[in-house]
């Protein structure tokens, strides 16, 4: 019985797609400050991979993307109108770009 490596199945991403999986730039005071490390952060869908996120920057910025980290943040609860209520999970995407790569979120795409 031989072991076989780990193989990972060949991502492609679709040009729909790929406006999918980024849904919003995040701009606060602590993403802004990624930006002196080449980061650029992004909201995501929950079910989005980081092939997936990779391809999706790539694709539609025309940068090389070096790394992707993703955070899971659960919705608060909440009091909507007096009654209580949930916000909604979304994954957060930390995106590093390689040396000389910007990404300018005021241009658009």
């Known amino acids: 019985m031989s072991i076989r ?3 990972p199945k060949p991502t492609t ?8 999986v980024l849904r919003a730039p995040i701009v606060t005071e602590k993403s802004t ?6 980061q650029v952060t992004f ?3 929950v079910n989005a991979t980081k092939p997936e996120i990779k391809l999706a920057v790539e694709r539609l910025f025309e940068v090389q993307v070096r790394a992707v980290n993703t955070i899971l943040v659960k919705g608060k609860t909440k009091r909507f109108r007096g009654r209580p209520g949930k916000r909604s999970d979304y994954k957060k995407a930390v995106v590093t770009l390689a040396e000389g790569q910007s990404i300018d979120l005021v241009a658009g795409v």
């Open 13 to 20: 991403v679709s040009a729909e797609r790929a406006y999918e």
């Open 43 to 45: 909201e995501v869908p």
């Open 33 to 38: 400050r990624g930006s002196e490390f080449n």
């Open 5 to 7: 490596p780990y193989k």
